[in-house]
T-cell receptor
Framework: KAGVTQTPRYLIKTRGQQVTLSCSPISGHRSVSWYQQTPGQGLQFLFE???????NKGNFPGRFSGRQFSNSRSEMNVSTLELGDSALYLCASSALTSGGRTDTQYFGPGTRLTVL | DQQVKQNSPSLSVQEGRISILNCDYT??????FLWYKKYPAEGPTFLIS?????DKNEDGRFTVFLNKSAKHLSLHIVPSQPGDSAVYFC???????????FGQGTELSVKP
């Protein structure tokens, strides 16, 4: 079974621009979560999508948004980029347990975003 | 507010010996805990998990222990191998939801 894929792997943008990152989950996984990793703040949760609906949201400004499509693929968008948005953006997918809870999250390789 | 803490930024162990990585949490509502291994510029790789209804879970060389009263979990790696050298993150969630709270990570170095 193919793992979680993320595109692009590397991206360079300038301040004020916007960016869209893409994530394809493991086949059969319907939950997709996004995380930001920076040296100072570590791994921080951005949001989770399930069945095209945002189920959970972290403490990030509204410039960070996402969506999920009917095939469970997900995108996240960052508008009006700031220097501090430079980070590794990670996507994770998971199945649901028989009880409807999120099972183990499996991560993609990440997208390295550099904002100049 | 750091709800999940890994107080040791680094750990060095000799090959063949036991590696013990520790993690503390403050939120008693957490009910699912995971350990991930991570190399630079790669995504975290899942190692092992434990539900709050258990106090121990084993998978090969990896064992996770959970002490709910102390709000403490640990990962034991026996025997340690040079290929285990990486950054290890513990993570926790509530209601086994899709929001994981991560610790800051511990860099493990296993020396031959």
């Amino acid at each position: 079974k193919a793992g979680v894929t993320q595109t692009p792997r590397y991206l360079i943008k300038t301040r004020g621009q916007q960016v869209t990152l893409s994530c394809s989950p493991i086949s059969g996984h319907r939950s997709v979560s996004w995380y930001q990793q920076t040296p100072g703040q570590g791994l921080q949760f951005l949001f989770e999508y399930f069945s095209e609906t945002q189920r959970n949201k972290g403490n990030f400004p509204g410039r960070f948004s996402g969506r999920q499509f009917s095939n469970s693929r997900s995108e996240m968008n960052v508008s009006t980029l700031e220097l501090g948005d430079s980070a590794l953006y990670l996507c994770a997918s998971s199945a649901l347990t028989s009880g409807g809870r999120t099972d183990t999250q499996y991560f993609g390789p990440g997208t390295r975003l550099t904002v100049l | 507010d750091q709800q999940v803490k890994q107080n040791s930024p680094s750990l060095s162990v000799q090959e063949g010996r036991i590696s013990i990585l520790n993690c503390d949490y403050t939120n008693s509502m957490f009910d699912y805990f995971l350990w991930y291994k991570k190399y630079p510029a790669e995504g975290p790789t899942f190692l092992i998990s434990i539900s709050s209804i258990k106090d121990k879970n084993e998978d090969g060389r990896f064992t996770v222990f959970l002490n709910k009263s102390a709000k403490h979990l640990s990962l034991h790696i026996v025997p340690s191998q040079p290929g285990d050298s990486a950054v290890y993150f513990c993570a926790a969630s509530r209601n086994q939801g899709g929001k994981l709270i991560f610790g800051q990570g511990t860099e493990l170095s296993v020396k031959p």
